[in-house]
């Protein structure tokens, strides 16, 4: 083999190497996956406009929505939502009224970006198929599918 080839080898290496750190592999799935809703965030948290209608690539999924109630239960979303999101110190997430509206890509945001009432961000701690497997999940609910609905 030509030495310089050996060196071109090398530095190959060494830029796939530095790649996987600046994107450890969740992250880097998540990037590959992020739906364009984005929006920027001034000083209130949440969008200002209604982000574009997308659906979730995971709803109805009964895999994914038991994961959801799993992510739901882990992030105690719960301890503000209630246990079965029947309401709390956060609105119910199981009734028909909506704040910021209910379709798919409108609790993504509100789960992703917050909302201005106390309802954190989580865009930046969970990568998005985990963001979609929560919303999955919320909208099971009231439904046959939903997993472990309240007795
Ligand atoms: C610290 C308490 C708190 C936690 C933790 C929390 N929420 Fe919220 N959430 C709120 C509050 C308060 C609102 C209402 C915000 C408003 O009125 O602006 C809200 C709003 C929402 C909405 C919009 C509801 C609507 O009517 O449009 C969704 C969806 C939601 N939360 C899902 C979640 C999920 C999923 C989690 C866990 C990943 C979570 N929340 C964790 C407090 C919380």
Same mark, same amino acid.
């Given at each position: 083999m030509h030495p310089t080839s050996i060196i071109c080898g090398g530095l190959l290496v060494v +830029?796939?190497?530095i790649c =996987?750190? @600046?994107h450890p592999a969740g992250v880097a799935a998540s990037i #590959? +996956? +992020?739906p364009a809703i984005r929006t920027p965030v001034g000083p209130v948290p949440g969008p200002t406009t209604?982000?574009?209608r997308m659906a979730n690539p995971l709803g109805g999924n009964p895999a994914a929505i038991v994961e959801g109630r799993r992510l739901f239960v882990r992030m105690n979303c719960s301890g503000c939502h209630g246990g079965r999101a029947g =309401?709390?110190?956060g609105p119910s997430l199981r009734d028909a009224d909506w704040l910021y509206g209910d379709t @798919? #890509?409108?609790i993504f945001s509100s789960i992703a970006e917050g909302r201005a009432h106390g309802m954190?961000?989580? =865009?930046?701690?969970?990568?998005d198929d985990q963001l979609w497997k929560l919303v999955a999940y919320i909208k099971s609910m009231r439904t046959p599918d939903e997993p472990d609905p309240p007795s």
């Open positions: +830029a796939v190497a =996987g750190c @600046d #590959a +996956a +992020a209604n982000p574009p =309401g709390g110190m @798919d #890509a409108q954190p961000a989580w =865009g930046t701690r969970l990568p």
